[in-house]
């Protein structure tokens, strides 16, 4: 009984702020606007589906899995040296990892913007040193720099507290049974850390996939990525049934992702999720 | 019998990770074909010593020759030993198979070379058909045999063993007491084993070297060092003691608790003073006026093939084992005889 009133305040919120906003979206998907009154109907799902939707989605897919990539190959490094037992400063770069993700999403996004422009402050270091100017902004590698930038950290921690948690003693028994140590890098260590790696995986994959405004700064108002697209709608062109519908869409996206990774991680233990 | 032949020998190691020295100018050699136990109380150097020749740790000074050479410089993977951690240390993320395998494929062996070898191993270690097995399915005795199995299907000539068996419950323990020490003797190599459980150490050794504070108090055979051990520290660390002060003032004459006997030692100093121990199990019970010694058993613990009594003599309480039970407060003698009379010099202190 008193378990029940402890759950009380949890589940009204898990309601108010998980359920009922789902179930609003799903209602907007389904239902169109017609003589004034809502009806159930197919059309703003179908819309989801015409090409030049599907051509956004998979733009999106493909700079989200870029960016997820790269944090990948630059995470996993930065995460293996935290751990290696010679590194004394581990807490500082830990606390320099963290604390970008301190600082304002909007304002760290903007510096960038500053940083990339025509005559922004690398051009301006650039052309003092007598080299080409770089213009990215507003291209799909500005997109996937701010992605990189803002989603490292994300790769980062959950492989490092994976690595962080890996017996020493795996390491000395690969060592002691004849194994260089990439060749215990790759038998051991690796395999031990996938369960980090593929959280990492996700916790980038899922912002990436959904951000707005990295597209919309350093992507250049014509830059549409599926975020984009449906902040339009609620926002622009007021079209709630489309936006919902997308929305819906993309969920249902990531949720098939994620389950099929987390299908073949298996059983692996020390992932965040 | 031939003079065996050396294998290891630790030269004047020291260790000191800054707090102290760990090991204290360690001297020790290791023959082939020999179960030698490290054997002492946490903190005293044993694993800290089997990790220097496993080359997991770096000695602070001192070399180690293997085989006539020094290896102080070789990283673990070029050493000639294979190790069995404390806590088996198996990689969980492949199956028996692949655990066992992982040192000859590293060599590349051909594949049916390692299944054949293997299926060896498994069979001696009594897991036969174990191969597909998850790490996680297995019982603490089984994950045990696999540790030597991944270690020993290499074929080294020297296996170090760190506690293997702290985790085991009692009747396993006793179990693979008997079948390391037959797993051994069928190798034919030579196993380091680290222990804290002195019965485990007289159980499986040819020789025990005995260790306190980073250095070596007793290095023999488990009957030397039971029968003659050489201060009161082993004494007491071997088996229960009764340990007390007397003093030798004769050649083959010591006296102790109050009266004088005869002993089998010789070659102190007139007077000079000395730890005395008798075993409990060497105390004789006879009726209380025809002891040497006469008490009054004050407490009785039934300790299944023997009774333990503790018995008042004096001042002092003794320790007594038998098989037959004097009730509390009865008034017996105790016999000591000479051979059992362990006379040893006192620690500098």
């Not at chain 1, 962080?164 to 790759?186: C, N, Q, W």
């Not at chain 2, 030579?190 to 459980?197: C, G």
Request: charged fraction near 20%.
């Amino acid at each position: 009984m008193r378990k029940k009133l402890l759950n009380g305040p949890y589940l009204a919120w898990m309601l108010i702020f998980a359920i009922l906003p789902l179930f609003i979206v799903v209602w907007y998907a389904l239902t169109a606007e017609i003589g004034g009154e809502r009806s159930f109907s197919a059309g703003s799902l179908a819309r989801v589906f015409e090409p030049i939707y599907l051509r956004v989605l998979w733009r999106s897919l493909k700079l989200a899995a870029v960016s997820t990539l790269l944090c990948f190959f630059f995470g996993y490094p930065v995460a293996l040296i935290l751990t290696s037992r010679q590194f004394k400063r581990r807490t500082i770069l830990v606390v320099l990892i963290v604390l970008p993700m301190w600082m304002n999403f909007l304002a760290r996004t903007y510096a960038w913007l500053t940083l990339l422009e025509k005559n922004g402050v690398i051009n301006s270091v650039l052309s003092f040193l007598h080299l080409p100017a770089l213009s990215i902004l507003y291209t799909d590698a500005a997109v996937v720099l701010g992605m990189v930038y803002n989603f490292l950290p994300f790769m980062i921690l959950p492989i490092y507290s994976v690595l962080y948690k890996i017996d020493h003693s795996l390491i000395e028994a690969a060592e002691d049974l004849g194994a260089t140590p990439l060749v215990t890098f790759r038998r051991v260590i690796f395999p031990q850390s996938l369960a980090g790696a593929l959280s990492g995986v996700i916790m980038v994959f899922m912002p990436a996939m959904t951000t707005f405004v990295i597209p919309r700064l350093l992507g250049g108002g014509q830059y549409t990525l599926i975020g984009n697209l449906i902040e339009q709608q609620f926002l622009t062109t007021y079209d709630w049934g489309f936006g919902s519908a997308l929305s819906l869409f993309l969920m249902a996206l990531l949720l098939v992702t994620g389950a099929l990774l987390m299908r073949s991680r298996g059983d692996g233990e020390g992932g965040l999720w | 019998m031939a003079r065996a032949e050396e294998i290891i020998r630790l030269k004047d190691i020291c260790m000191d990770y800054g707090g102290g020295l760990i090991l204290d100018k360690l001297n020790l050699y290791i023959l082939k074909n020999e179960f030698i136990t490290l054997l002492g109380p946490s903190g005293c150097g044993k694993t800290t010593t089997l990790r220097i020749i496993g080359g997991f740790e770096q000695q602070t000074s001192g070399d180690i020759l293997f085989e006539g050479k020094s290896i102080s410089h070789l990283p673990p993977f070029a050493r000639k030993v294979n190790t069995v951690f404390q806590h088996y240390a198996l990689f969980s993320h492949m199956n028996v198979y692949e655990n066992v395998a992982f040192g000859l494929r590293i060599k590349k062996l051909p594949e049916t070379e390692i299944t054949r070898k293997v299926g060896e191993v498994l069979e001696l270690m009594n897991l036969p058909g174990f191969e597909k097995r998850e790490i996680e399915s297995l019982s603490g005795g089984q994950r045990q045999r696999v540790a030597i199995a991944r270690a020993v299907v290499n074929e080294p000539q020297v296996l170090l063993l760190d506690e293997p068996l702290g985790a085991l419950d009692l009747k396993l323990r006793k179990e693979m007491q008997i079948e390391l020490k037959n797993i051994q003797k069928g190798l034919g190599i030579t196993f380091v084993f680290v222990t804290h459980d002195q019965e485990e150490a007289l159980t499986m050794s040819d020789t025990i070297v005995v260790m306190r504070d980073g250095l070596v108090q007793q290095i023999g055979t488990p009957i030397d060092i039971y029968n003659e051990p050489k201060n009161e520290f082993v004494a007491g660390f071997i088996g229960e003691s009764n340990i007390m002060d007397g003093v030798m003032y004769a050649d083959y004459h010591v006296s102790f608790a109050g009266r004088s006997f005869e002993c089998v030692d010789k070659g102190f100093t007139p007077d000079e003073d000395i730890d005395v121990v008798v075993r409990p199990e060497d105390i004789k019970l006879v009726p209380a006026d025809s002891g040497m010694l006469r008490g009054v058993v004050t407490s009785v613990i039934f300790k299944g093939v023997h009774y333990e009594m503790m018995v008042k003599v004096g001042e002092r309480e003794w320790m007594l084992h038998n098989t037959l039970m004097e009730p509390v407060g009865r008034e017996i003698g105790l016999d000591i005889y000479p051979d059992d009379i362990h006379v040893m010099k006192k620690r500098k202190t």
